[in-house]
C-alpha cells in the first residue's frame, strides 16, 4: 500500500503500525496523542519543519 500527504497519522498506523519507527525517528514523538490521530502526514511534517516528501520516499520504501 502507498501511502501519501493527505494520509491521516491513525489511519498509516492502524494498516502499517511498522512505520511508526520511521515517523519517530523523523522527530515525530506524539503519535499516541489523540490529536495527532487526525493529523495527515502533510500537517505533521510541516508542525515539525519534516519535508514531507523525503518522508513519503522512507515510509513507501518497502
Do not use: W, Y
Request: glycine letters at 6%; a negative charge; proline letters at 3%.
Amino acid at each position: 500500500m502507498k501511502f501519501d500527504k493527505n494520509t491521516r497519522i491513525g489511519e498509516l498506523l492502524e494498516k502499517a503500525p511498522e512505520k511508526a519507527e520511521i515517523l519517530m525517528e523523523a522527530g515525530m514523538h506524539c503519535l499516541g496523542c489523540p490529536a495527532s490521530q487526525a493529523e495527515t502526514l502533510e500537517e505533521a511534517c510541516e508542525v515539525h519543519g519534516i519535508d514531507v516528501e523525503e518522508l513519503l520516499n522512507k515510509i513507501n520504501e518497502n
